[in-house]
Structures are given as C-alpha cells and as structure tokens.
DNA sequence: CGCTGTTTTGAAGCCGATCAAAGTGTGTGG
DNA sequence: CCACACACTTTGATCGGCTTCAAAACAGCG
C-alpha cells in the first residue's frame, strides 16, 4: 500500500546507502548472487541500473499484491517472505539471507509479504531495465536458473518438514538449517560445538514451522533439557554436538543434502 | 538401483514408442513443454537427442539418489515426485502433468522419487546433450526458467496448505487444485457444473496433503455429505459449484492465483 | 467366485492448538 | 539510576482434530 511507501521511503537512506557504494567488486556477496557469474562488462550493465535501500527490523519491504518496481540481492541482513489466509494464519514461504534474490523478474506484483527481520540492506535493479538484460546476458539468466532450481529443492525439503515431521523434528530440522546456511555463508565447518544466532522470533519461527509460537518454545526448551542445544540468550544457540541435532530431526543422518 | 532400471527397460517400449512417432508439430505440448518458445531450428536440435518411454501406473521412473541420465517432457499421463523419511513417512513434491518437466539440467542424480499414477509417456532428452543445447539456445533456458519460477510458486502455495491448513481445507484446495489445471490443460471452463477425474488413490492424495488416507476418505465424504461436490465411481468428482470449493478451501475468493 | 488392493467406517488415544497468566529482558523517560 | 512499559518468551491447563489401530465394505480381475 502507499502508506507503506510513504514509511519505507521516509526510514530509507534511499540510494545514498551507508554500505560501500556502487563497487561491485568490494560486494560481499559478488561470487554468490545472482550476478556471480557475469563478466566485468556484464556487471557493468547491472551496476548501471542499480541503487541500495535499507530496512529496520520489522519493516515491510512490500506487501503481497503491490507494485514492485524493481528486483534485489539481499546484500546483508535477513528477511521473509510469508504468505496470509483471510483470518490471518500465516506461513512463511521464503527465508532470504545474503546473496539471495527477492522478487520475480517479468512480474509486476509482489506475490508475497516481504519483511525485513534484522537490518536489511538490499541490491534493488530497477526490474523493466533487468528484465531487458536478462535477456541479453546468459551467464544472468543461468545463475538464476541455477537458484531459482535450488531455491525449489529447499521448497521441497521444507513441504517434507511441514507435511510429515513432529514438532520436535521440524525444531532441531530448522536450527540444523540455519546452522549450515550460517556455516556456508561463513566458510565455517559444523564438525566442532559451534555458535548460531537465530535470526527469527519465536512467532517467525512458528510461521517457518507451521506450528504455534508456544510448541516452538516448549520444543526448543525440550531440545535445551535433553543437552542437544544449549540457549545463549534468546537468539543464540550453541550446538555441542551437530551430528546428534541431526538425528533429532528426523532426516537420514548425511541426508540427500542439496546446497 | 539397476534392479528397477532392469524392470523399467523390460516393460519399456523404449524408443519405439506407440506415441506419435517424433514429429514435434504434432505434439500435443508442443507450445507448453519446456520447447514452447523454441524456433524449428532450435526443435531440430532438441528432435536429434529425443526419445520416447511409456511407463505403466504404478511404475518407478527413477529413484531418489539413482543416477538419472535423461530430462523429459511429460507428454500424457501422470507421475508424482515423492520423498520419504527412513521411517517410511512420505510427503508428494510434485505433481507432474502432462508439459511440465522432469529432472534437473546439470545434476547427476535424481533428488526424489518419480512415479507413474497412470499410463506416462515421456519425452527424454539426453542429458548431457540438453544441458549443451540449453547452454547456446536462450528460448530454451528462458522457458526453463519461466517454468521453474512457476513451479516454486505452485510450491510456495503447498507450503501455505501443509503447514496452515485443516484437513478438510486441504481436500477441498486439491480438488480445485486438480479441477484448474486439468481446466487449464484441456482449455475448458470452471463456471458451470463440471467433472473432474482424480489421478491419485486416497492414499497418494494423504501422500500430497500431509494426512493419512483414513483422514482424506473421510474429509472427502464429508464434502459429499456436505453438496460441496459429488462422487462418480472411486475417482470421478463432479463440481456442481466451483466457487462454493474454493469457499472450502480457505483461500480468498479470488486468490493470487499464480498461473 | 474368490483374491487382492482400495476405500470406508469405527473407537480410542495423543500431539499440538488454544486460552490464560506469569516471567524475562531491553530500552525509554522520569 | 531506577522504574516503568512493551515486546517477547515461558509455563500451565484444557480441548479438539487428526492419527492410529482395527475391521468391514467394495470393486476390479484372474
């Protein structure tokens, strides 16, 4: 809605961004975006058309149903996508963390309810200007395919989760997710006790999980009781033994992992 | 396992299939498979490393974790993407209708079980030979990509239905689920009373929803008992009012429906 | 006709939801 | 620097929807 974009853009640093401006090269996220694989002619394209924006935690990115005028990499920060029946159950359908891609190219509405959980600095291109590239520029549309396809296989993972795992299970599946993403994200390895931070509340975490945000916390404190997690505060988890969180979580021990 | 490889080739028609024999213009998906948007020249490529397989209902295409050394169209028929917990617990991702596409372009493996519900018949492309045309023909890649972003959508709306949803809201979003794109498919309407054909037993159906198969049957009969629709034999389903399911289902009336 | 696989129906039990209230922590303003 | 407010989390008690276990009904096919 509009009184949406009036808030956004009145919180919003806008295109004079705090983050390291315009170079592309210094990107934190430059080898794992969408724009990966492009050449240095290629990112000159893309850098052309692009502009940073930034969110508190909390704040709405856009609402389901809305314009969206542009597309973005999640530069840094982390945010949802979630989805609303009429008398307000709400499911979350997309966790995207740096390097992930918001928006679908080609389309001009949001689908989904983005919300920004932490601070969020995005990579916004201006979607008719990137549609156009897109086109002309395979090694683009490649990655994207390439995430887009392993975005799906996460999808697929998270419909077994939803559909067929206990409480408990989808607890120790969902930290046991955010632990590798967190690893992958910073070249650590999950073979020693290792520290995670959950990026959601305990309602986000509900949403994630279909489940209510008291199982979630009864479950997680059940976990904590029987030693297979330890709580640093409220978002902080400490895994002493990650090959244990996996058995708790129901998945086959090495599990057809696919990122 | 070669086990199942020795069945599939046993019963397998193979190469030479009953299907109208490689002429893409006649093909019934011609202008909805992954080749939609291609040009005859592009068509000839992809015609040089097609062939045809026909599956019977109940067969196993491929299994999760086997080396798979084809993609492919399905021309007719119905096939289920399923994946399964080492207890046995299964949850459906993805159902396959004729024109969507099965496998993952540069991926050695299958990530899940594929299986035939009805008579299949597919259209296979090498694998490595696809994943080299994709490479130089951009109609191609495109509409994989347009189909992938449609199916992770489609996903996204499974999500919101296993995890928030109740059993009888989930039996009631399948039906429409069915009755739209068997509409789509046959390019018929949903305004007045029309018939649809289930493709799945009450327990693939428990498999898609993440029930039991006692759950659906019962849910289904309550919908009967209830005017919301009406059995004709064990998989016939006649929609006397269309928008009286969708009520049902629990989406909004007019849902952001996707495709 | 009897076999097999599927669907229906029944009865009991459990897991997670719901409703309610207390506890924790963080930031703000007095 | 303390006290209050607010947002989040934990804990408790009860309820209900779905699962589970069991068996009967049904349909298709040799």
Redesign the pocket.
Known sequence: MSAQTLTQIKHDPGAVSSHGEGRCEDCPIRYRAVCAHCETDELALLEGIKFYRSYEP?QTIVWGGDRMDFVASVVTGVATLTQTLEDGRTQMVGLLLPSDFLGRPGRERATYNAVATTRVVLCCFRRKAFDDILREVPHLSHRLLEMTLDELDAAREWMLLLGR??????IASFIAIIARREAALNGRSLDSRSEIDLP???????DYL????????????ALKRDGVIE?V???GVVLPDFARLVEESGDDADGGWIA
């Not at 795992?165 to 989808?170: D, P, T, V």
């Not at 959601?200 to 509900?206: K, Q, V």
């Not at 279909?210 to 404190?221: A, D, Y």
């Open positions: 909390g795992k206990s409480a408990r299970e989808k959601l509340t305990r309602e986000a975490m509900a279909g489940l209510t945000l008291e199982t979630v916390s009864r479950q997680v404190n709580l505060g409220k978002r």
